[in-house]
């Protein structure tokens, strides 16, 4: 599996930990909802590497969103809605060797550029089961 970097755009977050695509569509869209916890806000520390680089990061386990897979304007009909979801908790890096990167990015929004900053959020791939 590949890891590939998540982005939040009016709560819809693409993607996150899939295969590796042959192009953007092969990911499903996923619509992300604030969550809260009773769980205490404690931090560990995460070796994480993406396409940046390796960085030591505090995630603050504590969820703090909740994405599910969504099928959206009827594109994806077939989408499992019960697939594994992703779950986002805060992240902050002592150092931040991507902060001022340029990038290009194209999806069915278009294509824009974009100037890297500090990552804020992990998201990791989870089992949901919906309580009543």
Known sequence: ????????????????????PSVAADLPHFQCYTVTT?????AKRHKLRDQFGSESASVTLRPR??????????????LDVNALHLVCYSVTEQENKAKGTKVVISNQFGSTKLTVGDPTI?????KKKRLQ
Do not use: F, R, S, W
């Not at 994405?67 to 994806?76: M, V, Y």
């Open 1 to 20: 599996m590949k890891a590939i970097a998540i982005a939040t755009l009016a709560g819809v977050c693409l993607t996150a930990a899939m295969p590796a």
């Open 65 to 78: 969103l909740l994405c599910a897979p969504t099928d959206k304007d009827g594109e994806d009909p077939k």
């Open 122 to 126: 992990l998201c990791v791939p989870t």
């Open 38 to 42: 009773d769980l205490p806000a404690n």
